[in-house]
Nanobody
Framework: QVQLVESGGGLVQAGGSLRLSCAVS????????MAWYRQAPGKQRELVAS???????NYADSVKGRFTISRDNAWSTVYLQMNSLKPEDTAVYYC?????????WGQGTQVTVSS
């Protein structure tokens, strides 16, 4: 059974950093994509960053150069390092796994950036 558990959110001042972690359980095929999404109040959920088994990454334009997605070799944890945080980064951040036609979500972790 697939489970995704996020941690690492919190309150930080603008310009600060946070690192989110997503503990991943369950099987993982070579076609799996792990990603971080976020949803701010009153807005749609949006893709922040993604990573595939070969290591290729993709980022939303709004976070390029500031955020880095990574994983450990066992695919047991996926990270999102967030630097130079801005108030507009405030949102609930969700870990996501897409694999073999199925989509899985974590419960989300709140990130609040104060100005």
């Amino acid at each position: 059974q697939v489970q995704l558990v996020e941690s690492g959110g919190g309150l930080v001042q603008a310009g600060g950093s946070l690192r989110l972690s997503c503990a991943v359980s369950g099987s993982m095929s070579s076609f799996a994509v792990m990603a971080w999404y976020r949803q701010a109040p009153g807005k749609q959920r949006e893709l922040v960053a993604s990573i595939i088994s070969g290591g290729s990454t993709n980022y939303a334009d709004s976070v390029k150069g500031r955020f880095t997605i990574s994983r450990d070799n066992a695919w047991s944890t996926v990270y999102l390092q967030m630097n130079s945080l801005k108030p507009e980064d405030t949102a609930v951040y969700y870990c996501n796994k897409r694999d073999r036609g199925l989509n899985y979500w974590g419960q989300g972790t709140q990130v609040t950036v104060s100005s």
